[in-house]
Nanobody, 125 residues
Framework: QVQLVESGGGLVQPGGSLRLSCVAS????????MGWYRQAPGKERELVAV???????NYADFVKGRFTISRDNAKNTVYLQMNSLKPEDTAVYYC???????????????????WGQGTQVTVSS
């Protein structure tokens, strides 16, 4: 099995910054895409940012210029640097990873998707 554990959430004032981390552990051969999603109360989960194993990044329009996603492949870790936070960024942030657990899955391009438990980010004065 594979586990994703997020950390770094908390309470921050508008305009402030937070850095989220997500570490993947378990039976991992290789990780493909890694990403961050968020879900605010009463709303559906939405994509925030995604990064490929090669380092290509895509962002939701509402975070462009404010958030930066990065990863450390050696540590199976993905980060989300969040700057200029707004009250509307308040949500539970979830990490997602597409994992190849063995060589056969990698050769077949059959990655398995995993989610973390989420970390709360609250932006309020």
């Amino acid at each position: 099995q594979v586990q994703l554990v997020e950390s770094g959430g908390g309470l921050v004032q508008p305009g402030g910054s937070l850095r989220l981390s997500c570490v993947a552990s378990g039976t991992i051969f290789k990780i493909d895409d890694m990403g961050w999603y968020r879900q605010a109360p009463g709303k559906e989960r939405e994509l925030v940012a995604v990064i490929t194993s090669g380092g290509n990044r895509n962002y939701a329009d509402f975070v462009k210029g404010r958030f930066t996603i990065s990863r450390d492949n050696a540590k199976n870790t993905v980060y989300l640097q969040m700057n200029s936070l707004k009250p509307e960024d308040t949500a539970v942030y979830y990490c997602n990873a597409d994992v190849f657990r063995d060589l056969q899955q990698w050769r077949s391009d059959l990655a398995e998707g995993y989610w973390g438990q989420g970390t709360q980010v609250t932006v309020s004065s």
